[in-house]
């Protein structure tokens, strides 16, 4: 059996909060895409440039009956073959010329009770789920259906 290799199935930004809507280009530089907009200063910066979440988490969500969709939990990168539940601190990926290095997991906030009352209890329930955080290193010219890939193991 072939194994794909892993994914940025789409690129995601908004004037702030949620949803976030997809990009075909995306430029991605320290402070993270281009045109994203945080409605909350505990979002954004040089440490929470990115936030990656796993499109396997939505889909399982979608399948449980949550009304969500790539983008709507204000993910900036919606990966495909990344195992969410190996992400840790201080890994990073490479997708194209772009760097990042993950640096803390995401806690879900009231916002996304837009999605249902209780969604940030459900998401969180395995490492990774709820998406993380991450450093820009290197920026570039991001498209959607980009390879990214682990570029140095979590020391």
């Known amino acids: 059996m072939l194994h794909s290799p892993s994914r940025i199935l ?6 702030g909060g949620v949803p976030k809507t997809p990009l075909q280009r995306a430029e991605v530089g320290r402070l993270g895409v281009a045109g994203d907009a945080h409605r909350f ?6 440490d929470k440039a990115i936030l990656l979440l796993a499109s396997e988490v939505v889909d399982e969500l979608k399948a449980e009956g949550w009304p ?9 990168f919606t990966t ?3 195992d969410h539940k190996t992400w840790r601190s201080g890994q990073r990926f490479q997708s194209g010329d ?14 996304l009770n837009l999605y249902g009352r209780g969604i940030q209890k459900r998401l ?10 991450a450093a820009v290193l290197a920026g570039g010219i991001l498209l959607p ?5 682990d570029v140095e193991p979590v020391s």
């Open 10 to 15: 789409q690129i995601n930004i908004s004037a």
């Open 80 to 82: 495909i073959g990344l």
């Open 68 to 76: 969500l969709f790539y983008g709507a939990l204000g993910e900036n």
């Open 145 to 149: 259906d980009a390879i990214i890939e």
């Open 98 to 111: 772009v760097v990042i290095e993950l640096t803390t997991p995401r806690e879900p906030c009231r916002t």
């Open 124 to 133: 969180g329930a395995t490492p990774g789920e709820s998406g993380y955080y």
């Open 41 to 46: 200063r505990l979002h954004g910066g040089p």
